[in-house]
């Protein structure tokens, strides 16, 4: 074990994760007075910086216990390094003249700066999710690091975008399982290791034929099964990717569903469509999203009630839910019961800001733009689900719109890769947009 370093932590960090102080195992840590301030403006209110920034406090209250921290720190917890509130120190003069504005992040560099200094024979490096003071700090020669600590590797995320596996197999193997009895063969017959639960797969027959085979392995019945192609309320699969999500969303065994792809894949009209389709085997279907297109401004900044502050955030689920409705005529059964379910409550808009203690019971979940959750939010979301409760998260991680969340970082990769391999959870990444042509061009070229 090599000697401890000592890490400057940034604000975003711990508004980010408020555990944070204890995964930097034997390391020691140092949280500028600057921090302190800017947490102490976040501690009141019911989103999840505020929730950080009190569970931040009452754990570094819980070290301290009463006492100061000294020249040495406080000790963190068992196996952990020491932690220590340092006052704010100003640059030197050879670097003062450039950060003239006194602002916090000059404030926590300038600290950073000092304390490297004063220890020249350790390791000392300031962690930040903030790029532009990751900039500054590199500008004067100062060690810095991004919060890596729930992050996804790269090839993580390229192996979620190619689950669909691609072979081509015998034509005896083939015409079995896509016209025996059971529609489905032991996994022996073409593979040697046993797939992961719900592996995805795409068949080609042998020889000159094009035509493209769906399976899905299914870990209860040890069987790779036919996927075919299925329609919920009015809504049919256009491509393979398609049919995968969907066979997957109306499958009662597999309880959570995470659906990616870049806009107009179609996620959240067949998350929607399959939730309709089952409307009577739940009790309530639930649409949500995160709202952060306001830059972070609390739901209290919007007039009227909650339903009224929420619509702004939710139209977009309601176009999707228009799109269903014109498949069939105004009169027809299947529309009046989609304005049936929308007045009795059935199908009700609910903000995420709210859900943290309730338990979801028999419950058809929808959560869009999950890409903005962080990966304690996405927890809390599924450890609200009760029994017999249905959830699906669809996003983008691509665009993202909170500022400390990328690719790597945010809930819905965490998700993916968390529950990779689980038998009741099935990802599925969507590539073609089925918007329209004008879409499509767009998402490829602009």
């Given at each position: 074990?090599?000697?401890?370093?000592?890490?400057?932590?940034?604000?975003?960090?711990?508004?980010?994760?408020?555990k944070?102080?204890?995964?930097?195992r034997?390391?020691?840590?140092?949280?500028?007075?600057?921090?302190?301030?800017?947490?102490?403006?976040?501690?009141?209110?019911?989103?999840?910086?505020?929730?950080?920034?009190?569970?931040?406090?009452?754990?570094?209250?819980?070290?301290?216990?009463?006492?100061?921290?000294?020249?040495?720190?406080?000790?963190?917890?068992?196996?952990?390094?020491?932690?220590?509130?340092?006052?704010?120190?100003?640059?030197?003069?050879e670097?003062?003249?450039?950060?003239?504005?006194?602002?916090?992040?000059?404030?926590?560099?300038?600290?950073?700066?000092?304390?490297?200094?004063?220890?020249?024979?350790?390791?000392?490096?300031?962690?930040?999710?903030?790029?532009?003071?990751?900039?500054?700090?590199?500008?004067?020669?100062?060690d810095?690091?991004?919060?890596?600590?729930?992050?996804?590797?790269?090839?993580?995320?390229?192996?979620?975008?190619?689950?669909?596996q691609?072979?081509?197999?015998?034509?005896?193997?083939?015409?079995?399982?896509?016209?025996?009895?059971?529609?489905?063969?032991?996994?022996?017959?073409i593979?040697?290791?046993?797939?992961?639960?719900?592996?995805?797969?795409?068949?080609?027959?042998?020889?000159?034929?094009?035509?493209?085979?769906?399976?899905?392995?299914?870990?209860?019945?040890?069987?790779?099964?036919?996927?075919?192609?299925?329609?919920?309320?009015g809504?049919?699969?256009?491509?393979?990717?398609?049919?995968?999500?969907?066979?997957?969303?109306?499958?009662?065994?597999?309880?959570?569903?995470?659906?990616?792809?870049?806009?107009?894949?179609?996620?959240?009209?067949?998350?929607?469509?399959?939730?309709?389709?089952?409307?009577?085997?739940?009790?309530?279907?639930?649409?949500?999203?995160?709202?952060?297109?306001?830059?972070?401004?609390?739901?209290?900044?919007?007039?009227?009630?909650?339903?009224?502050?929420?619509?702004?955030?939710?139209?977009?689920?309601?176009?999707?839910?228009?799109?269903?409705?014109?498949?069939?005529?105004?009169?027809?059964?299947?529309?009046?019961?989609?304005?049936?379910m929308?007045?009795?409550?059935?199908?009700?808009?609910?903000?995420?800001?709210?859900?943290?203690?309730?338990?979801?019971?028999?419950?058809?979940?929808?959560?869009?733009?999950?890409?903005?959750?962080?990966?304690?939010?996405?927890?809390?979301?599924?450890?609200?689900?009760?029994?017999?409760?249905?959830?699906?998260?669809?996003?983008?991680?691509?665009?993202?719109?909170?500022?400390?969340l990328?690719?790597?970082?945010?809930?819905?990769?965490?998700?993916?890769?968390?529950?990779y391999?689980?038998?009741?959870?099935?990802?599925?990444?969507?590539?073609?947009?089925?918007?329209?042509?004008?879409?499509?061009?767009?998402?490829?070229?602009l």
């Amino acid at each position: 074990m090599g000697k401890p370093k000592i890490f400057v932590l940034d604000t975003n960090v711990i508004l980010h994760d408020h555990k944070a102080i204890r995964k930097f195992r034997e390391n020691n840590l140092v949280i500028p007075v600057a921090v302190i301030e800017e947490i102490d403006k976040f501690k009141k209110g019911t989103d999840t910086l505020s929730y950080n920034a009190r569970g931040f406090m009452r754990d570094l209250d819980r070290i301290t216990n009463g006492k100061d921290f000294g020249e040495g720190g406080l000790p963190i917890g068992k196996d952990l390094g020491w932690i220590k509130v340092e006052p704010n120190h100003p640059f030197s003069e050879e670097y003062a003249e450039f950060f003239t504005d006194d602002i916090p992040d000059h404030r926590i560099l300038s600290t950073a700066m000092w304390v490297r200094d004063n220890n020249p024979r350790t390791f000392v490096a300031l962690v930040t999710k903030d790029i532009n003071l990751r900039m500054k700090a590199k500008a004067v020669g100062m060690d810095v690091q991004d919060y890596l600590t729930d992050k996804v590797k790269d090839e993580r995320i390229e192996e979620a975008q190619r689950e669909v596996q691609m072979m081509t197999l015998d034509s005896d193997v083939l015409q079995e399982l896509c016209y025996g009895p059971e529609t489905a063969v032991h996994w022996d017959r073409i593979f040697k290791k046993e797939p992961v639960p719900n592996q995805m797969f795409e068949f080609r027959w042998e020889g000159d034929r094009d035509e493209v085979v769906c399976a899905r392995y299914d870990t209860r019945r040890d069987r790779i099964v036919l996927v075919k192609t299925r329609e919920a309320y009015g809504i049919r699969p256009r491509n393979d990717e398609q049919k995968l999500a969907l066979d997957a969303l109306l499958n009662p065994q597999i309880d959570l569903v995470s659906l990616t792809g870049g806009a107009g894949t179609g996620k959240t009209l067949l998350a929607l469509a399959a939730a309709l389709e089952q409307e009577r085997d739940y009790e309530q279907i639930f649409l949500s999203r995160p709202t952060v297109v306001l830059g972070n401004q609390d739901l209290g900044y919007l007039p009227g009630d909650q339903k009224q502050k929420m619509s702004p955030f939710l139209q977009p689920l309601m176009d999707n839910l228009n799109v269903i409705k014109h498949q069939f005529r105004p009169t027809s059964k299947e529309a009046q019961r989609i304005d049936s379910m929308l007045t009795q409550e059935k199908l009700i808009i609910e903000p995420l800001a709210y859900i943290r203690g309730r338990s979801l019971g028999k419950c058809f979940f929808i959560i869009d733009e999950a890409q903005n959750l962080t990966p304690h939010e996405m927890k809390t979301i599924i450890t609200r689900a009760g029994e017999g409760t249905k959830m699906v998260f669809t996003g983008d991680i691509f665009q993202i719109d909170q500022p400390y969340l990328d690719q790597w970082s945010n809930g819905l990769t965490h998700l993916g890769e968390k529950m990779y391999g689980q038998e009741i959870f099935q990802h599925v990444f969507l590539r073609k947009g089925e918007r329209s042509a004008l879409s499509e061009l767009a998402a490829k070229l602009l």
